[in-house]
């Protein structure tokens, strides 16, 4: 049910490709949750920040109606074996659970809420409730479904004119540059076609000019890297951070999330997320373990200033007397062209390795029809965050001020703890 060029604005129900058209890292983390807090139960909020931005009944309509449908999704058998080859780190007995699950619609709750002045616009709430290790799937497939939907639906002003030329070239610049990077863009994709373009056009560029330096590692969506023969690419994302905190108590949260993440993946997967209660606060504890920061193979840096993070984390390396230069940063906050290109820079002249993770500036880079494509046809700013574990708040503080979720009281609470300003 997913669109395709020629279907590009009919409006109609929209189903994700495959159990596995989702990020790698909710698969990871699925593994850890099955593991660790199999009976946490978990509640999912959804947010959307362009407060000028509207969805139709008509894409609210179609979304419910597509949500019926998840449950048809299941892991077939070639999917499973090429897990099992693909992703040594799945044990066989969370791939039985993996390919024994469905999704349940009924954990989904969507409420339309029409504008005072025009009942055929409104704005959306949506929460997934249920247990945590099932809860986990529902976000990033939810949000590409909303998007494609919108964009076919209330945004119907672009086209697919000029994408894969696009795409070829961002890709040949990124190699002749020497970056190493991966496509990130599942959940805000304008479409499941234009993303299985991007992926297929990354790949072509990467295999007709194999003496640029830079590489094409993958992608995170799990289904296209089944289906292109490429590497499936994630690790963890902040909610592992938010929960653990919530349950464990947020002293010491970073390493204990850390632990239990190494407890699961003991030989890989370990790059660490710094951000989930700031860098800051992430610095101070990975200092007390040199012996982890060792084991671990680098950082994630995913919001406030780009340009601070590697020689802020060659001085952390330095102080634990490592060898930077043995470690790697991988950038994906808002990565595009311009930003790749000056970090590889600085991480060179530094010392670090560096790899990127590139989402929306790939799979949802559009410009309006009617202007002549000079103006920007903007992507949905939209997030479906973990809200709450067994009825505990989980909050995310980040290195961006802005970007604060969660319950007013527990932010400010968990800011205590970590000593971070509270306003």
């Known amino acids: 049910m997913s669109g395709s060029k020629n279907e590009n604005h009919k409006a109609k129900t929209v189903l994700p490709a495959s159990m596995l058209d989702t990020d790698l890292y909710k698969f990871t983390m699925q593994q850890a949750v099955y593991r660790h807090f199999p009976d946490v139960q978990a509640v999912y909020k959804f947010t959307h920040r362009d407060h000028d931005v509207y969805f139709t009944r008509q894409c609210y309509e179609l979304f419910m109606e597509s949500i019926t449908h998840f449950n048809e999704l299941k892991v077939t058998e070639d999917e499973r074996k090429w897990l099992e080859k693909t992703c040594p780190y799945f044990t066989q007995d969370y791939l039985d659970y993996l390919c024994s699950l469905r999704f349940k619609p009924e954990q989904v709750k969507v409420t339309f809420n029409p504008k005072p002045d025009d009942a055929n616009l409104g704005r959306l709430e949506i929460e997934a409730t249920g247990p945590w290790v099932e809860t986990i799937l529902w976000e990033v497939p939810l949000m590409a479904v909303l998007s494609e939907l919108h964009f076919t639906t209330a945004d119907t002003d672009w086209d697919y004119e000029g994408q894969e030329e696009l795409a070829y070239e961002k890709g040949r610049q990124l190699l002749e540059a020497g970056c190493v990077f991966s496509e990130f863009g599942t959940r805000r994709r304008r479409s499941y076609y234009i993303q299985d373009l991007v992926v297929q056009t990354l790949l072509k560029v990467s295999k007709d000019h194999p003496d640029l330096p ?210």
């Open 214 to 423: 830079g590489k094409v590692m993958g992608t995170s969506n799990v289904h296209l890297a089944y289906k292109h023969g490429t590497a499936p690419i994630g690790t963890i994302a902040h909610e592992w951070f938010m929960a653990v905190g919530a349950l464990r108590g947020y002293q010491g949260a970073n390493g204990k999330a850390l632990d239990l993440w190494e407890s699961t993946y003991p030989n890989a997967l370990l790059l660490a997320l710094t951000d989930t209660f700031s860098t800051q606060a992430f610095f101070k504890e990975w200092v007390q373990d040199p012996a982890r920061a060792r084991r671990w193979k680098g950082l994630r840096q995913d919001s406030g200033d780009p340009y601070v993070y590697a020689p802020r984390a060659k001085e952390v390396y330095q102080s634990m007397g490592i060898d930077h230069r043995e470690k790697m940063i991988i950038f994906s906050d808002s990565v595009n062209l311009e930003k790749a290109l000056k970090l590889k820079k600085q991480c060179d002249k530094i010392g670090f390795q560096s790899s990127f993770g590139i989402g929306t500036f790939l799979t949802n880079d559009f410009y309006s029809v009617s202007s002549g494509r000079k103006e920007k046809s903007k992507a949905l700013n939209m997030v479906i965050k973990l809200n709450a574990v067994n009825d505990i708040p989980c909050v995310k503080i980040s290195d961006e001020i802005t970007k604060n979720t969660g319950d007013p009281a527990t932010v400010r609470h968990v800011k205590e703890v970590f000593g971070l300003p509270l306003d």
